[in-house]
């Protein structure tokens, strides 16, 4: 299988950003983790909250290549980032947080708070996670599980699933579906072309009438690349660098005019480097398409 992902990060009408993503690729694991984390205490707290829990859960990946994915890598993770994230505070801070690690065909989901993750299957939600928050006697809503500095409260409920083609995991914030949000968020979600990539959409409904950050990350499984080196592909995905007079240069490869769509919206909109290269697609131009060429950027 093979992962493909998006994400967004925005102000919205705040000041500050306080949410913040970080993810790890480890392919010679057949592993990845993304992370993100919606942090709470006004001013930079929050910032440093939320930054800080996601770098080090990644980092913890990071440091345990040979550890396999499972329930108590998460429990340690998590465990050896609240005792840092403790020895750091000086102020009382906070942050959510929501994780998918995926290995092979297995995916571990951990949240804790009201940062959300949604897994969508042959266009329909087949789980979404249980927010932790409560009422208080006035009607306010509190979260009850986070990483706060100086409370232990911050143990994340857990999920395994296995994975298949074509699912998606979307990890997002309440910015992205709070305020009256869910049903436009659902529809995008489920939406009847199971092949579509609804990351700009997902957006597009966030940032209307936004009232927080909001951010989320977008995590797609496709097909691993074929093992018959003489199978072809139809379409290509170039790029080159911006304002320079090169030549659009192929990077990858796709069957599907979709599937190059797809990706050509996520390296535009959403990649590191898009502020480095400009992307498009095009038909190979012999009649039956490329032979085979490893599919990543070279």
């Known amino acids: 299988m093979k992962i493909y992902h998006g994400f967004f990060s925005e102000c919205g009408p705040r000041r500050n950003n306080e949410d913040y993503i970080d993810f790890r690729y480890m392919p010679e694991h057949n592993r990845a983790v993304f992370v993100l984390c919606d942090g709470m205490g006004g001013h930079e707290c929050g910032e440093v909250a939320s930054r800080f829990v996601a770098e080090h859960i990644c980092g913890y990946w990071e440091k345990n290549p040979k550890r396999p994915d499972s329930e108590k890598k998460i429990i340690d993770a998590c465990q050896e980032t609240k005792i840092a994230y403790d020895n750091k505070s000086r102020v009382e801070m906070g942050t959510t947080m929501a994780m998918v690690a995926i290995e092979d065909n297995q995916a571990i989901l951990a949240h804790c708070g009201d940062s959300r993750i949604y897994m969508v299957r042959e266009g329909k939600i087949i789980y979404q996670s249980t927010d932790h928050v409560a009422l208080t006697q006035e009607g306010w809503p509190i979260i009850t599980r986070a990483f706060f500095s100086g409370r232990n409260n911050y143990n994340p409920d857990i999920k395994m699933i296995n994975v298949k083609v074509g699912d998606m995991i979307l990890i997002c914030s309440d910015g992205v579906y709070g305020n009256g949000k869910w049903s436009a968020l659902k529809d995008a979600l489920e ?26 990350i977008l995590i797609r499984i496709g097909k691993d690349e074929p093992e018959d080196k003489t199978d072809t592909y139809l379409f290509k995905l170039n790029r080159k660098r911006k304002g320079s007079d090169e030549k659009m240069i192929p990077v990858e490869y796709f069957r599907l005019r979709r599937e190059a769509m797809d990706r050509l919206v996520e390296m535009n909109c959403y990649s590191r480097e898009k502020e480095t290269y400009q992307y498009g697609v095009s038909r190979c131009t012999d009649g039956n398409g490329a032979k085979w060429i490893k599919n990543e950027q070279q």
């Open 191 to 216: 939406g009847k072309d199971v092949y579509s990539y609804p990351l700009c959409a997902i957006e597009k409904i966030a940032s209307e009438n936004a009232h927080d950050n909001y951010s989320a």
